[in-house]
């Protein structure tokens, strides 16, 4: 009966000493190999070399995939490469451009009206005899005139939705642009180029989020 107490006794202080938790690996933004950890909010800033897959067979998407792929290499910021295994990310996107028919009418008209008119009478006598006559007249002008135009203007659209993907088939980046056109280019090339300076803007930010602000200098022992 005593060895059975001091049994349970034994059993039970070993049930009362917490067990050890092993230590969970290190969080980092970058995986093993250097690749791209999409988890890292600042991902971004690891992007150098860009892949830009086909937007699709279509002359439109063609055009404009070429049109990003002009536009990122003048940024200076990011080198374009053929090679696929070689990208730090790959650029993918979906385009669309259509055309439409503005119609513009302008019309405008002037009129003038004048009237005139006049009589006059004259009786004469002698003698017992009398004599009369008479004269009136009217006269009404009216001219008109009118001037319009119509003319057809063709405007075009372009959609582009763009994202960038990391190694691992995670999204880092997107973004969707929309233009009507500018006054001295396309549409497809001012949507190309709104792409790229958004990506230029949304680095930028995160580099200036990511700085450390410039402690201040300690007066105190000056």
Known sequence: MLRQVLVLGLLLQAAAVPQTASPSPPQSGVA?????DSDDPRALLKVRRIYVDSFGDDTISKELQSMIVSSLVATKRFKVTENRDHADAILKGVALEKSSQEVHAYGESTSVGGAAGGASSSISGSGGTISGSSSGGFVARHMGTSDSALHTETVDDARVAVRL????GDVIWTTTQESKGAKYKGASADVADM???QLLKDVAKLEGAATPATAAPDSSHQ
């Open 165 to 168: 993907v990391g190694p691992d």
């Open 32 to 36: 093993a190999g250097g690749a791209i």
């Open 195 to 197: 792409c790229v300076k």
